[in-house]
C-alpha cells in the first residue's frame, strides 16, 4: 500500500500527461452522489466532493449554473476541513457574495482567492500543452468582472507568474495546481482545447474543482489515496504481479553461483583459464589462487596478467567501498568476475562510509521554525543524493556554480536573474542535502566534463573536489535517526569495458555512475558480455558540469537546465550483449539503457530477459540519438522478453523541470528510424509508472508498433503511452491500440 501511496502522490507532477486520461468518476449522477460520512470515502470524484460536504444536498441539478453565493459556500466548507482558523476570513471575504450565477473564469479567480485563504496558492504541476494555445484566447472571453474580491490588485505566484491583476494568474493557476488524488487540474480543457471560460459554471464543475483544490495537499488528499490503494490491491491480478515481483527479487538476490571451469568457454557458464580470488579476509601480498590464499582488494589484480577466459571471484558476504576494478581487469577481453562462498552477493558500494552514528553530524544552523541542518564530520567528494536505511533517498538540493559562489535557481534550474546567492541555512528543504564543492578555476564546463575529478598524471588517477557535506533534517540527528546512511558518490565498479566479458552475482550500490559498456574512440565496447544475476541499486545523478555562461543558449542542456546531471544503472553501446536475471532498482535515469551514438555502427542482437526492474526513471530505454535517417545506423535483432518492471519514476530522485518526459516503463527515444523492423518488446509486465507506461519520442506506425504479448497495468487516471513529438496523452487502452500489441493484457486502475 505505501507503493502505491508515494505513486499516486508522485503523479501529480505530471498533470500534462494525465489530464488526457480516466477522469475518475465525473460521470457520476447526482442522486448517486449524496453520501453520508459514515459511509467508506468513495473513490469516484463527484461522490466524493459530497461526501466531503462540498456539494450541497439540496443544490439541484448538477449541471445547472453555480451562483456566487453557493461556490464561495463550497469554498468555505474547503477551508473549513482543511483549517477551521481560517474560515472566519474568509466568510468575512465573501459575505456579500451575490445569489447571480457564475461563469468558468469567474470560478477560475475564485478558486486562487479560496487558495490564498488556504495558504495554497502556489503551482505542485507543470503546465499542460494547451495552457500556451489558449493563452491568446483568454483577455477575449474574460469578463473582469468579479463580484466579492479584490481582483483587480497585483499578484505574483512565483515561477515567473505574476501580473497587476489576479485574472492571468488564476488562469495559470487553474492549470498548474492539480489534484494529488486524481492528477487533473481545478478546470479542464475540453477535447478541443477549449476551457470554455465564457460558459456557466455548472455545480458538477464547481464541485469538483472545490475537491481538487482540497486534495491538492498532501495531508488532504491521503485519505483518498488511501482508499484507491485498498481497492486497487484487492485486485487478484495486482496481487498477482506485487507476487511474481517479490519471488524474482528474492530469486535474484539469493542466485548461486554456477560458473564452472570447462574447456569450452560459455559465457556466463563457464570459464576456461586461471580463477582468482578476492575477500576481505585475504591479503595483497597472497598469490590469489585459492580462497585460502585469495587477494584482499581488486588492486590487486593488477600484479597480475589476466588471459582471455580468465575468471575472478569475490566473495560473498565481503564489501568494497569507493573501488574501481584496475583498467588491466576490465580491459582484458573474455574475463568473467563472480562471487564464489556462502550469504549475500558481494557488495560494491560508491559510498565512501557509513554516515550512520550520531558523533558523525554536527548541529550546523537551527531555526525558530524547527529548521536544523546538520553537517558532516568530513569532506565529501560530489553526492548525489543520501540513501536511508537502503529505502528512501534524501535528494541533493540544486544550486548554480558561477565560478565563484553558488546562486539560487527557479523550476527550470537557471539562476534567477537578480541572482540572489545560494544558503543552506534559507534554501535548503528539509531532507536534502547539499555538497558545498568549491571547484578549481577554469572547471566549469558543460555536463559531460564531470567537473568532480580532474586527471592527475603524477598519481595516474583522478583528483576529487572536496567539500562540507549538509543535510537537513529537521526531526533530529540524521545519524542518531537512521540505522544505515550511505552516500550515493562517484566511484563505479567499471566505467566502461572490454568485449566478451561476463558479470554474475555481483552487488552494486550507491554509485553516482552508471554500470556501462562504453566506446573508446566512436568504436562499441562490451560486445558479446554477459550481464547476469547482478543487483544495481541507487545510482546516478551526478551533477556533471554547470554552463560557462548561464545567459547563453550555445550549451548542451541536460536534465538541469544550467547543470549536467546524469547517471543510472545499466548503459550498453554494443552489439551481442546479453542482460538477464538482473534487480536494477532506485536510478536516476535508466535502468536498463541500450543507447547508440553517432558515431557508432548498429547495435545488434542484443537482449534484455529476466530482469526486474524497479523505482528508475526510464525503465527500459532503446535509444538512438540520430537526428535525421542514417542507413544501416540501426536497432537490429534486439529483443526485450520476460521483464517486470515496475513504479517507473518512483521513489528516485530524477529532479529535472522536464520530467513529463521521464518517468516512463519504455523509453523509444532519438531518430526517426530506429530500427529495420526486428526490434521486439515482448512477454513483458509493465506497471505502475508515474509516467506514461510507454513513451515514444517520434512515433511512427513502421517503426514503433514493436509490442507483443505484453500485459499492462497503470495506476488510476495514469498515461498509459505519450506520444512525445506531438504532446499526446492517450490513456493505456488508447496507447495499446495505437502500439498494435494485439496480445496485450490490460488492466487500468
Given amino acids: 500500500m505505501k507503493k502505491l501511496t508515494v505513486l499516486l502522490l508522485a503523479g501529480c507532477m505530471l498533470v500534462s500527461l494525465v489530464a488526457c486520461g480516466g477522469n475518475m468518476g465525473t460521470s457520476a449522477s ?9 459511509e467508506p470515502i468513495p473513490t469516484d470524484e463527484l461522490e466524493r466532493a459530497a461526501w466531503y460536504g462540498f456539494l450541497p444536498e439540496d443544490a439541484g441539478d448538477p449541471d445547472s449554473a453555480v451562483t456566487w453565493a453557493q461556490f464561495c459556500a463550497m469554498l468555505g466548507q474547503v477551508i473549513s476541513l482543511y483549517d477551521e482558523s481560517r474560515l472566519p476570513a474568509w466568510e468575512e471575504e465573501t459575505v456579500d457574495a451575490p445569489e447571480e450565477e457564475m461563469r468558468r473564469d469567474g470560478g477560475m479567480v475564485a478558486l486562487l482567492f479560496g487558495a490564498k485563504a488556504m495558504g495554497l496558492a502556489s503551482f505542485n504541476a507543470l503546465a499542460g500543452d494547451y495552457l500556451g494555445e489558449y493563452a491568446g484566447r483568454v483577455w477575449e472571453v474574460v469578463t473582469m468582472d468579479y463580484p466579492v474580491f479584490d481582483w483587480n490588485t497585483p499578484i505574483d505566484l512565483g515561477h515567473g507568474c505574476a501580473d497587476n491583476n489576479h485574472v492571468g494568474p488564476a488562469y495559470d493557476f487553474s492549470q498548474r495546481r492539480v489534484s494529488l488524488v486524481s492528477g487533473l487540474p481545478l478546470l479542464e480543457f475540453d477535447d478541443g482545447g477549449d476551457l470554455r471560460l465564457e460558459q456557466p459554471f455548472t455545480l458538477r464543475e464547481a464541485a469538483l474543482a472545490a475537491l481538487r483544490l482540497y486534495e491538492s495537499d498532501e495531508s488532504c488528499a491521503a485519505p483518498a489515496i488511501e482508499a484507491w490503494d485498498e481497492a486497487f490491491l484487492s485486485n487478484p491480478e495486482v496481487q498477482a504481479i506485487l507476487t511474481r515481483a517479490d519471488e524474482r527479487r528474492e530469486a535474484i538476490r539469493s542466485s548461486e553461483t554456477a560458473i564452472v571451469k570447462s574447456h569450452i568457454f560459455v559465457k556466463g557458464e563457464t570459464y576456461t583459464g586461471t580463477a582468482y580470488y578476492i575477500s576481505n579476509g585475504g591479503s595483497d601480498e597472497n598469490d590469489g589462487l585459492s580462497p585460502e590464499t585469495a587477494f584482499a582488494t581488486p588492486a590487486a589484480l593488477d600484479n597480475v596478467t589476466l588471459q582471455y577466459g580468465d575468471a575472478v571471484f569475490f566473495e560473498r558476504g565481503s564489501v568494497w567501498r569507493g573501488v574501481s576494478l584496475p583498467s588491466s581487469a576490465v580491459w582484458t577481453e573474455g574475463v568473467t568476475f563472480s562471487a564464489y562462498g556462502e550469504g549475500e552477493k558481494p557488495r560494491f558500494l560508491g559510498s565512501l562510509e557509513n554516515g550512520a552514528g550520531g558523533e558523525k553530524w554536527s548541529l550546523a544552523y537551527e531555526g525558530a521554525d524547527g529548521k536544523k541542518i546538520w553537517v558532516y564530520c568530513t569532506e565529501m567528494t560530489e553526492v548525489a543524493g543520501i540513501v536511508l536505511n537502503e529505502e528512501t533517498v534524501a535528494n541533493r538540493d540544486k544550486a548554480y556554480w558561477n565560478g565563484s559562489e553558488y546562486l539560487v535557481v527557479d523550476e527550470n534550474y537557471w539562476p534567477l536573474e537578480e541572482g540572489t546567492v545560494y544558503s543552506v541555512e534559507e534554501h535548503l528543504p528539509d531532507l536534502y542535502c547539499f555538497p558545498d564543492l568549491r571547484y578549481p578555476e577554469g572547471r566549469q564546463g558543460l555536463y559531460n566534463d564531470r ?55 555481483l552487488c552494486i550500490l550507491f554509485s553516482s555512475m552508471t554500470f556501462v559498456s562504453g566506446s573508446a574512440d566512436g568504436v562499441p565496447t562490451g560486445n558479446h558480455s554477459v550481464i547476469q544475476n547482478m543487483e544495481v541499486g541507487f545510482m546516478g545523478g551526478n551533477v556533471t558540469g554547470y554552463v560557462p555562461d548561464a545567459g547563453s543558449d550555445d550549451h548542451i542542456s541536460y536534465n538541469c537546465g544550467s547543470m ?37 555502427p548498429a547495435m545488434t542482437d542484443d537482449t534484455i530477459s529476466g530482469n526486474l526492474i524497479e523505482y528508475c ?80 519520442d517520434r512515433y511512427s506506425e513502421e517503426y514503433s508498433r514493436i509490442f507483443t ?20 496523452a492517450l490513456t493505456l487502452t488508447e496507447g495499446i491500440a495505437i502500439l498494435g500489441d494485439n496480445g496485450a493484457v490490460v488492466i487500468e486502475g
Fill in 564 to 600: 549536467g546531471c546524469n547517471g543510472g544503472g545499466m548503459a550498453f553501446n554494443g552489439s551481442g550483449i546479453t542482460v538477464r536475471n538482473n534487480y536494477v532498482h532506485h536510478t536516476f535515469q535508466e535502468g536498463i539503457a541500450l543507447e547508440l551514438f553517432a558515431d557508432c
Fill in 617 to 696: 526513471t526510464q525503465a527500459i530505454l532503446l535509444c538512438n540519438w540520430d537526428e535525421e535517417v542514417v542507413d544501416g545506423h540501426i536497432f537490429r535483432n534486439i529483443v526485450v522478453e520476460d521483464n517486470l518492471v515496475l513504479y517507473s519514476g518512483q521513489d528516485n530522485w530524477f529532479n529535472s523541470a522536464w520530467e513529463e518526459a521521464f518517468c516512463d516503463a519504455v523509453v523509444l527515444q532519438g531518430g526517426p528510424c530506429a530500427h529495420d523492423g526486428t526490434v521486439q518488446v515482448r512477454n513483458n509486465t509493465f506497471a505502475f509508472a508515474s509516467g506514461a507506461l510507454i513513451l515514444v
Fill in 30 to 38: 447526482f442522486e448517486t452522489a449524496i453520501l453520508t460520512a459514515d
Fill in 451 to 505: 567537473i568532480f575529478h580532474t586527471w592527475n598524471e603524477d598519481t595516474d588517477g583522478y583528483d576529487y573536489v572536496t567539500g562540507r557535506l549538509y543535510f537537513r533534517c529537521d526531526a533530529g540527528n540524521p545519524g542518531e535517526l537512521y540505522d544505515s546512511i550511505e552516500f550515493i558518490q562517484p566511484f563505479p565498479l567499471v566505467d566502461g569495458f572490454a568485449d566478451s566479458q561476463v558479470y554474475d552475482n
Fill in 709 to 728: 504479448d505484453n500485459t499492462y497495468m497503470q495506476n488510476p487516471g495514469g498515461t498509459g503511452l505519450y506520444l512525445a513529438d506531438s504532446g499526446t
